[in-house]
């Protein structure tokens, strides 16, 4: 016989329980499959929002970048405008904008922010250095390469020069390599500025550069062909002339006491009264710490002011229809620049012809860096 202690079976449990008035009950099979459906549920729901989560992220990233950078990404959205641009097709009228004199002569206006301990050379001293070295007008003619000899002050001796053709060519080589330096720098960034159209967006570091160049060219509403009408190059024979007209080849007391090569007009701010000047008349001649600076001023001046917006547009149709830009003809746009009009251009093609001034506009300046090796 087995041992009764281990005969426990249901019933006996059920029948010992009931003695004690407890009760035993078989577990309900429907709470359970209830709480399985229940667990289920949240299973699939959970599931499905994160995958609404998963796939709905990037679309709100996207779309809270393009809230904050709306008001400063410049991107290339019109292709038309813009493959006649590169093309070389019809171009549209560049923008009428008020112009912001402050923004755009900027980073001239530092050049008076810093001290100088500028030497200004004698005549024969300068001479003297362009005979060490090699720097003459016949080989610049010859060889078509100038020497980066970037001088910041006219000597005092150039009125006592008496023979013209001395003085001229004195002259000449003193503002040649300032002019190519400037048109070299203007260059690099139409290059870059190019070098942006073809691009669909732009870096961070290329919308801080274009909104400079923006406020530099009074640039409104990012207009990109209008920065590119007016970010090109003045024909380096023009500049000369223009400077040796408005200087005397560099004997003016405008040129001599306020490195002033383009009698550029100023109403504020320091410059030098004209001694003729009627009383009432209150602009002056702007004077510049250093000759470089007085460059990129009249440069900068062609380049957006409302008066010589014919020649611009005339200089951008010689662009696009892949032409030199020819001084004698660009000169004719130039009849604003002066009281006398058509005449002052009349003047300037005589110089520019009587000096073969032409023969500079292809001179390369020897390179001082990488980047202006690639432009020779």
């Given amino acids: 016989m087995g041992n009764k202690k281990n005969l426990f079976t249901l019933a006996y449990a059920k029948k010992f329980l009931n003695k004690k008035g407890l009760e035993l009950f078989k577990k309900n099979n429907q709470i359970k499959s209830t709480n399985s459906f229940k667990s289920l549920s949240y299973t699939v729901l959970s599931s499905l929002i994160l995958i609404v989560i998963f796939f709905s992220s990037p679309l709100i990233i996207n779309f809270k970048n393009n809230l904050i950078t709306q008001s400063i990404e410049v991107t290339n959205n019109s292709k038309n405008k ?8 019809a171009i549209e009228n560049e923008q009428n904008d008020k112009l912001d004199i402050l923004q755009i002569f900027e980073d001239i206006f530092q050049y008076e ?5 500028t030497v200004r050379l004698s005549a ?10 090699k720097y003459n007008l016949k080989d610049v003619r010859k060889n078509k390469l100038v020497k980066p000899i970037n001088l910041e ?3 005092n001796e150039m009125k006592m020069i008496e023979n013209s ?10 503002v040649l390599p300032l002019i190519l330096e400037e048109n070299n720098q203007i260059k690099l960034d139409r290059k870059k500025l190019f070098a942006i159209l073809n691009k669909n967006n732009n870096s961070n570091a290329e919308k801080k550069w274009l909104n400079m160049k923006f406020k530099q060219y009074g640039v409104k509403n990012k207009d990109l062909l209008t920065l590119k009408i007016r970010m090109d190059e003045i024909p380096v024979s023009l500049a000369i002339a223009q400077s040796a007209k408005e200087t005397g080849w560099g004997t003016s007391r405008f040129a001599l006491e306020g490195n002033a090569l383009f009698g550029q007009w100023t109403f504020s701010g320091e410059g030098i009264k004209p001694s003729d000047i009627d009383n009432d008349k209150t602009h002056k001649i702007m004077k510049f710490q250093i000759l470089q600076a007085s460059i990129r001023a009249y440069q900068r ?3 957006t002011h409302s008066g010589y917006k014919k020649f611009r547009k005339f200089r951008a149709m010689a662009r696009d229809n892949d032409e030199k830009l020819d001084s004698l003809v660009l000169a004719d746009y130039l009849d604003q620049y002066a009281a006398t009009g058509v005449e002052y251009t009349k003047v300037l093609k005589k110089i520019i012809k009587q000096n073969s001034l032409k023969d500079f506009d292809d ?4 390179p001082t860096s990488k980047k202006l090796k690639k432009l020779i």
């Fill in 82 to 89: 813009l493959e006649n641009v590169l093309t070389g097709k």
């Fill in 113 to 117: 922010d810093k001290s100088t301990s």
């Fill in 124 to 133: 024969s001293t300068i001479e003297q250095l362009f005979k060490d070295t």
């Fill in 153 to 155: 002050l006219l000597p």
């Fill in 165 to 174: 053709q001395q003085r001229k060519t004195l002259f000449i080589q003193i």
């Fill in 301 to 303: 001046n062609l380049n």
């Fill in 363 to 366: 001179v390369k300046l020897l």
